[in-house]
């Protein structure tokens, strides 16, 4: 279930929102549709989000995937009655697993991989 989310592209992000950035088409794909709107109808606020969203938009969509996968990964917690048996060592093992995958496809940072370590190793 967790690999079958549609994640967003953080380089193909910023690819559009060098390109179209001041038609808000970048925001629009990240679904922030009423910033989208904004910038659709102001030209990009005269450019200046335009070129905020050059330097944040891909930190935008790695925040945006990791709550899209601790949304999904939650949800599967509580529905699939195997992972509510596993306990202890296996579990963290499999989790710390599912995060190093998500890492090395640029879903998540190397800084929130070693936050949810941290968590994990110690609870």
């Not at 904004?38 to 330097?55: E, R």
């Not at 599912?98 to 991989?113: A, M």
Request: glycine share 10%; net charge negative; charged share 25%.
């Amino acid at each position: 279930m967790i690999t079958s989310v549609d994640y967003k592209d953080p380089t193909l992000l910023l690819v559009l929102s060098i390109l179209a950035g001041g038609l808000g088409i970048d925001r629009f794909l990240l679904g922030d549709t009423g910033i989208g709107v904004l910038k659709l109808l102001t030209a990009g606020c005269l450019g200046v989000l335009t070129v905020i969203d050059w330097f944040t938009i891909s930190d935008k969509a790695r925040q945006k995937n990791f709550e899209t996968f601790m949304a999904v990964a939650n949800m599967q917690a509580n529905t699939d009655p195997q992972l509510r048996q596993m306990h202890g060592e296996d579990h963290c093992i499999e989790e710390l697993k599912k995060y190093k995958q998500l890492l090395d496809c640029g879903v998540i940072t190397q800084e929130e991989f070693d936050r949810k370590k941290g968590e994990l190793l110690r609870g």
